[in-house]
Nanobody, 113 residues
């Protein structure tokens, strides 16, 4: 299993970023996938899930601001993040199967003015 997240960066509050996660080594289309993040000094926390059957789930604090999607042809998971807040800062990872599943390289998101 290889998962490589990208697309992070420095953005001002209210800005947007789109994260991508390139997956390989497994049949992506048959797996539920999740985005998780680790804020500075805090534990890893679940952000959003894309189930293989099309159902999407979101943590309350990102509902209406973040959108998870996937491209099963490109084996890629996405997270569109709008109206970013300083508390969204952290390292974002994609995980296979569930929020506690295997996760690979993360991408740093910093929201700051």
């Amino acid at each position: 299993v290889q998962l490589v997240a990208s697309g992070g960066g420095l953005v001002q509050p209210g800005g947007s970023l789109q994260l991508s996660c390139a997956a390989s080594g497994f049949t992506f289309s048959t797996y539920t996938m999740a985005w998780v993040r680790q804020a500075p000094g805090k534990d890893l926390e679940w952000v959003s899930t894309s189930r293989h059957n099309g159902i999407t789930l979101y943590r309350d604090y990102v509902k209406g601001r973040f959108t998870i999607s996937r491209d099963n042809v490109k084996n890629t998971l996405y997270l569109q993040m709008n109206s970013l807040k300083t508390e969204d800062t952290g390292v974002y990872y994609c995980a296979q199967g569930s929020a506690v599943g295997p996760r690979g390289q993360g991408t740093q998101v910093t929201v700051s003015s």
